[in-house]
């Protein structure tokens, strides 16, 4: 892992692939088209990961007190069986849709990806295939998450929490991005944020503007003006917003005014207490925005 190494991590990772992680969700689709733009925007390989995860099986239910002995016998026996046949058609279904993505994006855009269909929980299995991922993709809800204005999907937050590389997070429908907002508070995670855009490629010649929510101050225009200065040394045309409000509002109002395609923040920390306590500016971002959120840390 990342922060067990030991010297200074570097500012990003040049090599490795960008790893989409799909499920039969309204998202699938809007997953592989952003990694595929994505992949081909770093000129990295593609890959498609989908998990089968299996939290609620029947067979692990606790049945002794509730039938006879015989018939407990005979009846776990049962569910055994259909548990390995719901396992059977999972599996079908997982490479179906595996399948299915890599045909569409080999047509759309001529890439050729890999695919893994693997047994376990999500932030499992993106962890344990880290070391050769430079990118993370993943839907803003999966395919059992509740569909409500606002809901986040459950693995959603978990992921981002347990991994260390770059989080591109996709809206419900994709468009390729034509210019992008960088939340900025001068703090020194979007400062980071900031740095790692300009070594990327993944955001090159697009239109940048970098948003900050504070009262005007000297401070403050300092801030923004190493942020300017920072992205147009790296060759980008910048726009720098400042407002007055809380954070997550204005960064969203100013994402939607400006026709924004793309929202680079900065990802939670790994303590999950403060997000526990008082709520977290990255979730309300991810809540409101409905184009694609580039979470860096």
């Known amino acids: 892992m ?20 799909v499920d039969p969700s309204a998202y699938a689709l809007s997953v592989a088209d952003l990694a595929g733009w994505a992949a081909a925007r770093m000129d990295a390989p593609l890959e498609l990961l989908h998990t089968l995860d299996r939290r609620a099986a029947a067979s692990s239910t606790d049945l002794s007190g509730a039938i006879a002995l015989g018939a ?12 390995a046949r719901g396992m059977t058609l999972e599996q079908a279904r997982g490479r179906s849709l595996l399948d299915g993505l ?17 047994h376990g929980a999500l932030p499992d299995s993106l962890i344990d295939l880290e070391p050769a991922v430079r990118l ?36 419900r429908g994709f468009t390729a991005p034509s210019r992008f907002v960088i939340a900025f ?17 993944l955001l090159k010649g697009l239109a940048c503007h ?19 200065g920072e992205l147009e040394t790296a060759g980008f045309a910048v726009q720098l917003h ?7 509002e204005v960064v969203a109002r100013h994402v939607e005014s400006l026709q924004a395609d793309l929202l680079v923040a900065g990802a939670y ?10 709520g977290s500016t990255t979730t309300q971002l991810l809540r409101q925005c409905r184009v694609p959120v580039l979470l860096l840390r």
Do not use: Y
């Open 2 to 21: 990342d922060n067990q190494r030991s010297g200074p991590q570097p500012l990003i990772h040049a090599s490795g692939c960008v790893l989409a992680a």
């Open 72 to 83: 407990q016998e005979a009846l776990l026996e049962q569910l055994a069986d259909l548990d």
């Open 102 to 118: 890599q045909a569409r994006l080999g047509v759309r855009s001529g890439i050729e990806t890999k695919t893994h269909l693997r």
């Open 136 to 171: 993370f993709v993943i839907g803003k809800r999966g395919e059992h998450a509740v569909t409500l204005e606002g809901h986040l999907g459950s693995n959603l937050e978990r992921v981002v929490r347990a991994v260390h590389r770059p989080v591109l997070v996709a809206a």
């Open 185 to 201: 508070d001068g703090s020194a995670t979007t400062r980071r944020c900031v740095e790692m855009v300009c070594a990327s490629p």
């Open 210 to 228: 970098v948003v900050t929510a504070a009262q005007p101050s000297d401070s403050t225009q300092a801030q923004q003006d190493w942020a300017r």
């Open 242 to 248: 400042l407002a007055v409000g809380d954070a997550d």
């Open 269 to 278: 920390g790994h303590s999950r207490i403060r997000q526990f306590i008082v």
